[in-house]
């Protein structure tokens, strides 16, 4: 069973950071694109970065690019988001998601498994 | 502003069909992807690539485009299925990843 769940919320001040990290299990970690995916109160979705299963490539939104790094540790089957300089506009339910492929471009698969989400407040 | 456009509401009759669409250039070039998220939930992917559906999502979800609309139906609509509906593609430079606005379907 795929399962994957975020860890690392909580509340920080505006122009703090905070490391966020999805453990993943029930499936062979390097051989999918993971992304990060956020949804602000009552809000919609935002991808805000994604990467490949070897880690060689990355995609950042505008909104998050120079403040926000995505990565991956293959041999732990965990996803990072480190997040510097953060936005009150950046308070969101931040979600890890799975792609069904290892491209994170791949127009063929969607984002097939998502975790719970984190909880990411920030303060003025 | 998403470069994807839903409409913010949409209602239906339980068993009758309904269409969600999603509108922008980029689906010109590039299919759309669809999500069903319920409330306090993560969520669900029900159609990716041109028209596939996940293992364990109903064969009433089906998916179809034409020009610079991408559709996603529900024949036989069941009130499990109320929820909200969000579409994803890239966006008309080809370089980013956005979500349309998303729809909430009410089953009356």
């Known amino acids: 069973e795929v399962q994957l769940l975020e860890s690392g919320g909580g509340l920080v001040q505006r122009g703090g950071s905070l490391r966020l990290s999805c453990a993943a299990s029930?499936?062979?970690?390097?051989?999918?694109?993971m992304t990060w995916v956020r949804q602000a109160p009552g809000k919609g979705l935002e991808c805000v970065s994604g990467i490949s299963g070897s880690g060689d490539s990355t995609y950042y939104a505008d909104s998050v690019k120079g403040r926000f790094t995505i990565s991956r540790d293959n041999s732990k089957n965990t996803l990072y988001l480190q997040m510097n300089s953060l936005r009150v506009e950046d308070t969101a339910l931040y979600y890890c998601a799975k792609r069904g492929a290892s491209d994170f471009w791949s127009g063929y698969s969607g984002f097939d498994y998502w975790g719970q989400g984190a909880l990411v407040t920030v303060s003025s | 502003s998403s470069e994807l456009t839903q409409d913010p509401a949409v209602s239906v009759a339980l068993g009758q069909t309904v269409q969600i669409t999603c509108q922008g250039d980029?689906?010109?070039?590039?299919?759309a992807t669809w999500y069903q998220q319920k409330p306090g939930q993560a969520p669900v992917l029900v159609i990716y690539g041109e028209k596939n559906r996940p293992s364990g999502i109903p064969d009433r979800f089906s998916a179809s485009s034409s020009e610079n609309t991408a559709y996603l139906t529900i024949t036989g609509a069941q009130a499990e299925d109320e929820a909200d509906y969000f579409c994803?593609?890239?966006?008309?430079?080809?370089?980013?990843?956005?979500f349309g606005g998303g729809t909430k379907l009410t089953v009356l």
């Open positions: 980029s689906l010109r070039m590039y299919y």
């Open positions: 029930g499936f062979t970690f390097n051989n999918y694109a």
């Open positions: 994803k593609s890239r966006d008309s430079s080809g370089n980013h990843l956005v």
